[in-house]
């Protein structure tokens, strides 16, 4: 249920999506979905944890395998987060700040806690890395994921991987340039 109702809320957006077009979908009577969930702001929820939990199960499978050095973790973080973003998948779209906005503005709240939580783990990340002390670290945090999350946005496949990506934006960051894009 949760998949087929994300599928519908990414292509016809929160306002455009009904309890009955997804309890058809799946072969259920309309107010059957009730049961499960008291409301569809409840389902939208439900939806949006299960695409932030995406994006955590794939952050915790690179770090298990990254090497401890703090830019190669947070690099391999980003490389992690970027695979769901720009996978096309209709959970990733709808965990998306822009779409996020054309949420009921009750609903807000509830889902920006989710983020915070998110981003938590990279706020983590970053305080492990050797920046100058001057660096604001809150804005860092803000400046990587602006480039993260807007790639959503311009990204095609085939000139570059995620895993690329998320090497160009760190080696910005760390003021190192961009690489040769014939490295990359």
Not at 22 to 39: D, K, N, Q
Not at 104 to 111: C, D, H, K
Not at 128 to 135: C, G, Y
């Amino acid at each position: 249920m949760l998949d087929t109702a994300a599928a519908m809320f990414a292509a016809k957006g929160y306002d455009g999506t009904s309890i009955r077009s997804i309890t058809g979908a799946v072969g259920m009577l309309p107010g059957s979905i009730y049961y499960h969930f008291p409301s569809k702001e409840d389902l939208l929820l439900a939806v949006y944890r299960k695409g932030v939990a995406q994006f955590e199960e794939a952050i915790d499978a690179a770090l298990a395998h990254s090497n401890g050095e703090p830019w190669q973790v947070l690099e391999a973080a980003c490389a992690a987060h970027l695979s769901i973003l720009l996978n096309g998948g209709p959970y990733a779209r709808i965990v998306s700040p822009e779409f996020v906005r054309s949420f009921p503005p009750a609903m807000v709240p509830m889902l920006n806690a989710e983020r915070d939580r998110y981003e938590r783990h990279f706020e983590k990340l970053i305080a492990a890395l050797p920046l100058n002390p001057a660096t604001d670290r809150w804005l860092f945090k803000v400046a990587l994921f602006g480039s993260l999350n807007w790639s959503q946005t311009w990204y095609r496949q085939g000139r570059y991987t995620p895993a690329d990506l998320a090497a160009a934006f760190i080696a910005i960051l760390r003021g190192r340039g961009h690489g040769d894009a014939g490295e990359m």
